[in-house]
DNA sequence: ACGATTTGACCATT
DNA sequence: AATGGTCAAATCGT
C-alpha cells in the first residue's frame, strides 16, 4: 500500500464504495425476498450474517484506507486526471443526465471530449503505454499533418454488444516521443469495469499504443453504469432546492493557466449532512481550487458537513465543463460520486448550479 | 475459426 | 480541396 499511487488508491477507494453499494442493495433485495416470504429459516439468516460481514470488510478496508490519507481523511491529491471522467454511473453518460424533468432545458452537446498527456518512461520496458483499464479496438490509424507519428483510433470493443459509444484517439507527442495524448470522446455506457491491473507492455516496434501508463486515465475511476441503478433523477428530485454548486473565478496567477477556480457550497439540511472533500491535503496546491473560508483549514467544506471525497477538475484533464467529487452523508456515512457538468460544455467558471445539474452515483446516498 | 489490427478508400467538415 | 475521422476488406495472431 505503501507503494501505492494516489490514483490507484482512488481506484481502490472507488471499487470499494461500488462494492459495498451493490453488497448494501443485495441486502435489501434479500430483505425484500424474505419479507415477502412466510418464514425466515436459518438460510436466511446465514445469508444476513455474511452480507453482514461483507459490508464489515468494506467498512474496514474504507477505514483503511482513509487513515492513510493525511490531514483527517482529507486524502491527498491524485497524481493526474479527475477520478472520473465525471461519469457517474447513474448519471450514466450523456443520456442519463437528459433526463431531467425538461423544465431546465439542457443544451445538448456533441460528445464531450477532453485530453490527457501521458508519460512514458523510457527505458523500463513499457514502452508502450499501458492499458487504462477499458478495453479498446482499434479502427483506423492516420498520419495527421506537420505530426511525426500517426493517430490511432479506438474504439470501446464493447460498441457492437453493448453500444458504448466512447472513443479515444492516441498521438504520440512530436517534441516529447516519450509523451501520448490520449483524447477520450464519450463516455463508456459498457458495464465492464475497468481493470486497474498492468497489462504486458506492447511490443517496442508498436509505436502508436492504446493507451495511458502508470496515471490512469480518466475512466478508470468512473462508475460504471449498473442495470439496476437507476434511480439518480429521483434523487435529484429528492433534493431539490436544497443543494448549491458555485464555482468562482480565480483571477490569481493560476488564471494563467487558464483553469477554473471552484468553490463548493453545499447546504447542509437536517437529516443529510455532507460536504466535499478533496483528495489534496493541501488545496493550495491545486491551482483551481481555493480553500474554503469557512473551514479555514486544507478541507473544503461548510461546516458542519464532512470533507470525505475528491475534487477533479480541467487540470487533471477533464474537461473543464465538468467536476466530479465523492460527497459523503455525515449521519449514514453513505458515499457518492457527485458530478456538475455545464450546458453546452463551457467551463465551469463563474456558475450556479442547481441540484439538479448535479447527479448522484449511489441510490442510497441519501437516506 | 475467430477476433484484432492494418490500411486504403470513403465520407464529413471546414 | 485539404484534412480528419470512420469504414471495411485484407491480413495477422492465437
Not at 474496514?60 to 461519469?87: H, I, Q, T, Y
Amino acid at each position: 500500500m505503501e507503494n501505492m499511487g494516489e490514483w490507484e488508491k482512488m481506484n481502490l477507494l472507488n471499487e470499494l464504495i461500488q462494492g459495498r453499494e451493490l453488497t448494501k442493495q443485495l441486502q435489501h433485495q434479500l430483505h425484500l425476498a424474505v419479507s415477502s416470504s412466510s418464514s425466515s429459516s436459518s438460510h436466511d439468516q446465514t445469508q444476513e450474517m455474511l452480507i453482514h460481514r461483507i459490508l464489515a470488510s468494506y467498512d474496514k478496508a474504507l477505514s483503511m484506507l482513509n487513515a492513510e490519507a493525511p490531514g483527517g481523511g482529507c486524502p491527498r491529491r491524485m497524481s493526474e486526471s479527475p477520478p472520473s471522467l465525471g461519469g457517474s454511473p447513474m448519471s450514466g453518460g450523456d443520456s442519463d443526465r437528459d433526463l431531467n424533468d425538461g423544465s431546465t432545458p439542457r443544451k445538448r452537446k456533441a460528445m464531450q471530449r477532453w485530453t490527457k498527456r501521458v508519460h512514458v518512461a523510457p527505458g523500463t520496458g513499457l514502452e508502450g503505454p499501458l492499458d487504462d483499464g477499458f478495453s479498446w479496438r482499434k479502427y483506423g490509424q492516420k498520419d495527421i499533418l506537420g505530426a511525426k507519428y500517426p493517430r490511432g483510433y479506438y474504439r470501446c470493443t464493447h460498441r457492437n454488444v453493448q453500444g458504448c459509444l466512447a472513443t479515444k484517439q492516441v498521438q504520440r507527442s512530436d517534441d516529447d516521443p516519450t509523451v501520448f495524448e490520449i483524447t477520450y470522446r464519450g463516455r463508456h455506457t459498457c458495464s465492464h469495469h475497468p481493470a486497474t491491473v498492468v497489462p504486458p507492455p506492447l511490443p517496442e516496434n508498436q509505436t502508436d499504443s492504446n493507451a495511458s501508463v502508470d496515471a490512469a486515465p480518466l475512466q478508470v475511476i468512473q462508475p460504471q453504469p449498473q442495470p439496476n441503478q437507476t434511480h439518480s433523477q429521483d434523487i435529484a428530485f429528492d433534493f431539490r432546492g436544497g443543494l448549491t454548486v458555485l464555482t468562482q473565478t480565480l483571477d490569481s496567477k493560476n488564471d494563467n493557466h487558464n483553469l477554473t477556480s471552484s468553490m463548493f457550497n453545499f447546504p447542509s439540511t437536517p437529516d443529510n449532512i455532507f460536504g466535499i472533500m478533496s483528495n489534496n491535503s493541501d488545496f493550495s496546491s491545486i491551482p483551481h481550487f481555493l480553500p474554503s473560508s469557512t473551514s479555514g483549514t486544507n478541507c473544503f467544506s461548510v461546516s458542519p458537513a464532512r470533507l470525505d471525497g475528491f475534487q477533479v477538475g480541467p487540470s487533471f484533464g477533464a474537461p473543464e465543463s465538468e467536476l466530479s467529487m465523492i460527497v459523503s452523508a455525515a449521519t449514514s456515512g453513505n458515499n457518492s460520486q457527485a458530478t456538475v457538468r455545464s450546458d453546452s460544455d463551457l467551463p465551469l467558471r463563474g456558475m450556479e448550479f442547481a441540484n439538479e445539474d448535479i447527479s448522484f452515483d449511489n441510490p442510497g446516498f441519501f437516506p
